[in-house]
């Protein structure tokens, strides 16, 4: 596969967060980390390799939150093109089910939380077929059925993907913990409020839902 920003038509600029100085992440830096964005897996893909800061002290591998940032940027960018009732986000995960469903109701898309039903992107028999133009995976492993499907009607992924997942099948990757309850809120809540800036062509959005809003139960 070539490189994924290759997804990403236009040029970077400074401000699509290619060159992020201190203090200019979507975030507090500190935010980031007590959400545990950055905590990878102990088991660590290839594809991945890039995307890892450092291996901490009991072996788990640790992502670069300047990375991520900058690509929740670009993926944000990419995903406004899109009409938002043909955007699918989907989520087995159970920490991941309700950051979807908010996200997709803030965006006015299209959320599979829980069990994808085979078949609903290419069995235009079924009752649950959906026709999206682009696919939000939460996490490439446990989204698998939905990632496959994307791929077979060739619509462009976008996957939330941890140190231990395979890529192979994902066209624009934005590192991140994709199993905790608080880092996945964060991620989405940073994705949906930066797809809304994107659309409204703005710097800053007054946005009224907040990082807790996404939150899965405990």
Request: charged fraction near 25%; proline fraction near 6%.
């Amino acid at each position: 596969m070539p490189d994924d920003e290759t997804l990403i038509q236009e040029p970077m600029t400074a401000s699509d967060g290619q060159d992020i100085q201190p203090g200019e992440l979507l975030i507090p830096e500190d935010t980031y980390l007590t959400s545990g964005v950055h905590i990878g897996t102990q088991q660590k893909s290839a594809s991945m390799r890039r995307f890892v800061f450092k291996v901490r002290f009991d072996g788990l591998h640790v992502l670069d939150v300047r990375e991520t940032d900058r690509r929740i940027r670009l993926g944000a960018k990419f995903l406004s093109r899109f009409p938002p009732e043909r955007i699918l986000v989907v989520s087995q995960r159970q920490y991941g089910q309700k950051p979807v469903r908010i996200f997709a109701k803030t965006l006015g898309a299209v959320s599979f939380a829980e069990r994808f039903v085979p078949g609903c992107l290419t069995n235009p028999n079924l009752e649950e077929y959906f026709e999206p133009k682009v696919l939000i995976v939460t996490d490439p492993a446990t989204d698998q059925q939905a990632l496959s499907e994307a791929v077979s009607i060739g619509i462009p992924v976008v996957g939330l993907c941890d140190v231990n997942n395979e890529t192979r099948d994902v066209d624009f990757v934005i590192p991140a913990n994709n199993k905790g309850r608080v880092a996945l809120a964060t991620v989405y809540w940073l994705l949906a409020r930066e797809i809304l800036k994107a659309r409204a062509g703005v710097a800053e959005l007054e946005y009224p839902l907040t990082i807790d809003d996404f939150q899965a139960a405990l």
